[in-house]
């Protein structure tokens, strides 16, 4: 297990996630200037429509790690990406999928991941399991660097950007975060909130600053969510 973070040290980084609000932004350029860029459960989009809109680089990838991604490590092993980190070090499914991982990107280097103290700290300030996302901006923000640009971060009130492969739907996460609780957006909000008045390095897109000025945070409804569609929905993550 390695850690990186040490090349962050005086870097301005920009981390991009993947909130819908980002199509038709074309904030690709803009991303792309960043000394590091660093990407959440994705590498940067293959199509040029996407790429306008998220940039073409990725630099970091940090990952949930499970199969719906097995593609994009493969491509991060094709591309180069020389640093990679699980967001998730918590005992049970970490050693199985830290071994498929390591088997994934064979012949590579060593795979990163978030300390287990830090991803034990979030968990318990925010009384819930955090999302990969908020264990991204917390792991950053633990280095030197000399700032972090937020981009396409909206506490699930939108659905996923619809450019770089085919994602969860926003009914089976809104279901997801229903029956298994785990990630709570609300709390997010607030720890996000609490981190741009703590930390003067953290600035962000203008869609997450007006989001992060409102004193509350709407998700997005789990719509018709009913006997059936959760039948559905466990089958899936059964066949998993």
């Known amino acids: 297990m390695i850690d990186d973070r ?4 005086g870097k301005r980084v920009a981390l991009v996630g993947l909130a819908g609000y980002l199509e038709q932004k074309q904030w690709g350029i803009e991303i792309d200037k960043a000394d590091i860029v660093v990407r ?8 040029e429509g996407a790429q306008r809109d998220l940039g073409c680089r990725t630099d970091w990838l940090l990952t949930s790690y499970n199969r719906d991604i097995r593609s994009d490590l493969h491509r991060a092993a094709l591309e180069g990406i020389s640093n990679i980190t699980l967001c998730y070090p918590d005992v049970g499914d970490f050693s199985q999928n830290h071994q498929a991982f390591s088997q994934d990107l064979s012949g590579r280097g060593g795979v990163g991941s978030v300390l287990f103290q830090d991803y034990e700290r979030l968990e318990v300030e925010l009384s ?3 999302s990969s996302g908020l264990i991204a901006i917390d792991y950053l923000l633990q ?6 640009t937020l981009y396409g971060f909206s506490f699930f009130s939108s659905p996923h950007y619809s450019g770089t492969r085919k994602w969860q739907s926003q009914h089976d996460l809104a279901m997801a ?6 990630h709570i957006p609300e709390k997010e909000f607030n720890y996000i909130k609490l981190c741009f008045s703590q930390d003067s390095r953290l600035s962000a897109d203008p869609v997450l600053m007006k989001l992060l000025a409102l004193d509350t945070i709407s998700v997005l409804p789990d719509k018709s969510v009913n006997w059936f569609s959760r039948c559905l929905f466990f089958l899936r993550f059964w066949r998993r």
């Open 40 to 47: 959440v459960n994705a590498v940067a989009p293959a199509n």
């Open 128 to 130: 819930c399991r955090p």
């Open 143 to 148: 280095s030197e660097l000399a700032s972090l």
């Open 177 to 182: 975060m229903k029956i298994y609780k785990t």
């Open 6 to 9: 040490d090349i962050l040290k």
